[in-house]
């Protein structure tokens, strides 16, 4: 296998199949013999990027979490400040095809973490609370714009999203049906629509 020229594309290109092995195979079993061949290059490269398996898998934390955040701050959801946002989320993993088969990226890497000693969990913990906060802020700002009731609580209820597409995800996987992964989600938004002030799209004067 040839090796990229860029350096910061190397680097991409090592992340890559270090995100897939740990996906498969697990934290522990991915080691330094395996990852060279998956990815074609030699031990002094790999160590001039990743010097130790704890650098590596922070990065691989941070590309990961990149790519889902990234997604969730696309235009494509403007924001999350409308219930029809929360709806249009909703329904992209659902009528999208068969999204569970590959699970959440994110959410395997979690649930391999936390099975090892190594000293990263903090920097899990802030990823999905960046999620999390993508959710909470939208909801905020639905609160400041009088589209739903100010008893609605967006730290709560950016809990429930986030823990309905992981907990649905999950299930969905395991039953090879997208029905959990659906019924988990639009029970979510259900629940957000319950404090809804006006439908979407109404005036903000």
């Known amino acids: 296998m040839l090796t990229p020229p860029c350096s910061l594309t190397r680097r991409t290109h090592i992340l890559r199949h270090a995100a897939e092995l740990i996906y498969v195979n697990g934290v ?3 080691n330094n013999e395996l990852l060279r061949s998956a990815a074609g290059i030699s031990g002094s490269q790999l160590t001039h990027y990743f010097p130790n398996k704890e ?3 922070l990065a691989v934390i941070e590309w990961q979490a990149d790519s889902v955040l990234g997604f969730h701050r696309s ?4 924001g999350f400040d409308s219930v029809d946002a929360f709806q249009d ?3 992209f993993y659902i009528l999208s095809g068969r999204p569970f088969e ?3 990226s ?4 979690a649930s391999e973490i936390v099975k090892t000693d190594l000293d990263i969990h903090d920097q899990l913990a802030r990823a999905f609370e960046q999620w999390r906060d993508i959710f909470r802020e939208g909801l905020e700002r639905m609160k400041r714009l009088g589209r739903i009731d100010a008893s609605a609580d967006p730290v709560r209820l950016a809990h429930m999203f986030v823990a309905a597409y992981q907990g649905g995800m999950l299930l969905a996987q395991i039953a090879r049906d997208i029905t959990p992964l659906r019924d988990s989600l639009y029970a979510a938004v259900d ?6 002030l006006a439908p979407d799209g109404a005036s903000d004067s």
């Open 28 to 30: 522990h079993a991915t």
């Open 55 to 57: 650098s590596l898998v």
């Open 75 to 78: 235009e494509r959801f403007a």
């Open 89 to 91: 989320w909703a329904d």
């Open 102 to 104: 590959d699970g959440c």
């Open 106 to 109: 994110l959410g395997a890497l």
């Open 191 to 196: 629940h957000l629509r319950t404090f809804a």
